[in-house]
């Protein structure tokens, strides 16, 4: 499976930003989905993930904030991102997997399928 992020900038607080995270090599439905991020000097932490369904999970710091999507005609997931903080900014990577349960939605390790990041910077 390959992964292509895009839709990372500059923005400024407040401001919103649409990623999009390309899957091919596999059959996009059966995948699970999820978004993870990280910035400079901290570990990579869980944004938001949506299951094979509709199921959509989210970090505490992102909830009511961002909006996980996908659309399985376009082998696309989306990452909407509303009312940035700069504490947002980090890289952001798309991540996929095939045997994710609830439980472990939050977990990297559990994602076999990574692409590359795309920068969101938000500036004060």
């Known amino acids: 499976v390959q992964l292509q992020a895009s839709g990372g900038g500059l923005v400024q607080a407040g401001g919103s930003l649409r990623l999009s995270c390309v899957a091919s090599g596999s059959t996009f439905s059966r995948l699970s989905m999820g978004w993870f991020r990280q910035a400079p000097g901290k570990e990579r932490e869980f944004v938001a993930a949506?299951?094979?369904?509709?199921?959509?999970y989210y970090s505490d710091s992102v909830k009511g904030r961002f909006t996980v999507s996908r659309d399985n005609a376009k082998n696309t997931q989306y990452l909407q991102m509303n009312s940035l903080k700069p504490e947002d900014t980090a890289l952001y990577y798309c991540?996929?997997?095939?045997?994710?349960?609830?439980?472990?939605?939050?977990?990297?390790?559990?994602?076999?399928?990574w692409g590359r990041g795309t920068q969101v910077t938000v500036s004060s």
């Open positions: 991540a996929a997997g095939t045997t994710l349960i609830t439980s472990s939605i939050t977990n990297p390790q559990q994602y076999a399928y």
């Open positions: 949506i299951h094979r369904g509709t199921s959509t």
